[in-house]
């Protein structure tokens, strides 16, 4: 069963936030990064260059706190630090995780590929995955940082399972790797998890294991942290009302995607986590007017009262411009916040929040 | 006394050098796929890939050598892709796997293209005589459900056309002792009840085209037991394949045992979407463990497979893949 978000939530709303309502803004993760950084990470490998492993941290120090006051640039309640350090999402974490080796790049469509590891034997936990990430990032900003961590369920499904007798059994043992790294991260301070789950989308008959992870993950884990699970590109209806069920306080959704045909699924039976809502998407490089993603937001409140809705954008940036990223992201606080206002001076009926 | 031959349907990984300089020659984007007119260069790149593939098969000593299909960027539906008559459309998902290949949407007349029967001839000339040629294509059924007909407006009409289109590609090829059909859509989306035959006929089309033995490759499980009994009389295979590594083994034993087989049979024993590299006397073992479950007095030829194409794994394991199917053959002789 749903966690209790409104045990959480306000310590997120900031100090001088202007208006009574509060849609708590927020970003997925991911976003595009440097130019320079990435010529960095070649240049380290470069035998020639006399840029060495230190240097390649610094660098990353540099990217994360630029992207950090990004984020605090532009306005967001909770902010990251664009996964600076992270090159994929599955890979990242399968670098940190014993019992996973890699045998090199395969397909995923045309030219492009992707490091897809094996499991090779039983996972284990050994050093902390994100915690310096995490304080560093927290150091550097003055907003609460929020902390994405690639699930147990894609962490087993993106990989070939040589060890396990089924992959469902790897996706436990990794739950329970993931509980442990979360409560590393809450030791550190960290009150605002998500956990990314794309690949439940692809496979939405599964939701019993997403749902089983869940509760691993979330076991010991007090209610004044906020836990979040990002599923995006799919079906929705093939997992709703199943993730009611979810022990999570906040549901992270790509709708806009999808010009939010699918709001529709999540108002019948009522929506019981908070909804953190997709409003700027992430694959179409124009950003979106304030107007238009005022518009996106209403479309929340179809589902849930202000109290309980989030708004982010769809899914991670990083594979936009930059400059388009910044754009989007900033004109989404400036949405939130005058729609806020129009809650706040009953412009906007949150009973009928399509009416004008 | 049944002869045992380890071969593999096709469709490699690239070598990890030219995922690198095939990338950089073409680029990351749907557009920059392969169109069938590719410049120079990169007609030169794929040359040293499929020599690569050709060295690989005859060091593993498999009984039958492809040509490996580097060039098909959209997997089985690179016919398609690659046809005059074809407009490519967005990128769709490849049946249940974490891979994507452009719609090919076809908008004109179907007429042979040559373009796999090249490909053949340069591998034929590659293998120089050292071992037989076994070819590739997609089977009529699964292709024309990979595609979107905007042109023959009639389900039948469209399926038929896609089999004599593969039929005339097939006129063309150079001598092969072996082709396979890769049909994993009889699997994964099954005709409609009472379509059966016209799905059987299709690949009938094909299979009359050659001389060679064909074998009609299924995989992602088990087929269904009408469907089966169908193939297994009216495909004019040779030899169906069928995959003993996804989905219930069960089925398929039950399959054989109730409906017969075809004198030949192509057995899915290595799996080819797992790293986990067989040891080949558990290959051996699971071959003479199927063909004791099965009352026939034995099969013309037992054909080693891997259940899927080999692309979805990293090239190393590929290429143990490889040898552990011949290695396995050796341990049944």
């Known amino acids: 069963m749903v966690r209790n978000p409104s045990a959480n939530r306000e310590q997120f709303r900031p100090h001088d936030h202007p208006n009574d309502a509060f849609l708590l803004t927020t970003v997925v993760g991911s976003y595009p990064k440097p130019k320079w950084l990435n010529r960095a990470d070649e240049l380290v490998d470069d035998p020639d260059s006399k840029f060495d492993e230190g240097d390649l941290e610094e660098a990353h120090d540099d990217a994360c706190r630029l992207i950090t006051h990004e984020h605090e640039r532009a306005g967001l309640d909770t902010v990251v630090d664009g996964e600076m350090r992270r090159n994929e999402m599955v890979e990242f974490f399968a670098d940190r995780i014993d019992g996973y080796e890699f045998n090199g790049p395969v397909k995923v469509w045309g030219h492009n590929y992707f490091d897809k590891p094996s499991v090779v034997e039983e996972v284990e936990y050994d050093e902390p995955w994100l915690v ?116 999570i306080d906040e549901f992270d959704v790509e709708l806009c995607n999808g010009d939010f045909e699918q709001i529709p699924t999540f108002t019948d039976p009522e929506f019981e986590p908070d909804l953190a809502l997709g409003v700027v998407d992430a694959h ?73 | 006394m049944t ?86 459309g967005g990128i769709v998902r490849y049946y249940d796997n974490n891979n994507f290949y452009r719609d090919p949407r076809v908008v004109d007349d179907l007429d042979a293209s040559g373009d796999v029967a090249r490909e053949l001839e340069r591998a034929t000339d590659l293998i120089d005589g050292e071992a037989p040629l076994a070819a590739t294509l997609p089977g009529p059924y699964s292709l024309a459900e990979l595609a979107t007909d905007e042109h023959y407006g009639d389900e039948a009409a469209f399926q038929a056309a896609i089999a004599e289109f593969l039929a005339g590609e097939v006129e063309a090829f150079p001598a092969h002792e072996t082709l396979f059909l890769l049909e994993p859509s009889l699997v994964t989306n099954p005709p409609a009840d009472g379509e059966e035959s016209a799905a059987t006929d299709a690949i009938a089309t094909v299979t009359d085209a050659t001389d060679a033995d064909v ?119």
């Open chain 1, 132 to 247: 310096d990430e995490f304080e560093f990032t927290s150091d550097v900003s003055e907003r609460p940082v929020k902390v994405p961590i690639t699930g147990p369920y894609t962490l087993g499904f993106w990989a070939f399972n040589e060890a396990y007798p089924s992959t469902e059994e790897l996706v436990y043992d990794l739950a329970d790797l993931v509980n442990e790294e979360v409560e590393k991260l809450v030791e550190a301070g960290a009150r605002y998890i998500q956990i990314d789950e794309p690949a439940l989308a692809t496979t939405p008959e599964d939701h019993a294991i997403v749902g089983e992870a869940l509760e691993r993950i979330v076991s010991g884990i007090d209610e004044e942290v906020r836990i979040g699970l990002h599923v995006c590109y799919g079906d929705y209806s093939r997992i709703y009302p199943e993730i009611n069920d979810y022990p």
């Open chain 1, 284 to 356: 179409t490089a124009e950003i979106e007017p304030v107007e238009e993603i005022k518009e996106n937001i209403r479309q929340g409140l179809r589902v849930v009262p202000p109290e309980k809705l989030t708004i982010s954008p769809d899914c991670g940036l990083k594979l936009l411009p930059r400059e388009i990223a910044y754009g989007k992201t900033e004109n989404m606080v400036t949405a939130v916040r005058e729609v806020e206002a129009e809650i706040d001076s009953g412009a906007i009926d949150v009973d009928n929040p399509l009416d004008d």
């Open chain 2, 3 to 88: 002869e045992r031959v380890a071969a593999t349907p096709g469709l490699y990984p690239l070598p990890d050098w030219a995922k690198e300089t095939l990338s950089d020659l073409k680029g990351h984007q749907k557009g920059d796929l392969l169109s069938g007119d590719e410049s120079k260069a990169i007609v030169e790149e794929y040359a040293e890939v499929r020599a690569e593939y050709v060295d690989d098969q005859l060091d593993a000593g498999l009984d039958r050598v492809v040509e490996g299909q580097g060039r098909w960027d959209d997997m089985i539906a690179h016919p398609l892709t690659v046809h005059d008559s074809v407009e490519t």
């Open chain 2, 215 to 333: 074998v009609v490759q299924t995989f992602y499980g088990a087929l269904d037991e009408k469907l089966y009994a169908h193939l297994v009389d009216e495909a004019g295979a040779d030899a169906l394949g069928l995959d003993l590594v996804a989905g219930d083994r069960d089925d398929t034993v039950y399959n054989v045992q109730e409906f017969g087989a075809t004198d030949s049979l192509a057995l899915g024993l290595v799996d080819g979407q797992n790293t986990l590299v067989e040891e080949p006397e558990t290959v051996a073992e699971r071959v003479e463990w199927f063909e004791s479950q099965v009352p026939a007095e034995g099969f013309d030829t037992t054909y080693l497979t891997p259940n899927t194409e080999l692309f979805y794994l990293p090239a190393n394991k590929y290429r143990a893949k490889l040898n552990a199917l011949s290695a396995a053959a050796e341990v049944l002789d």
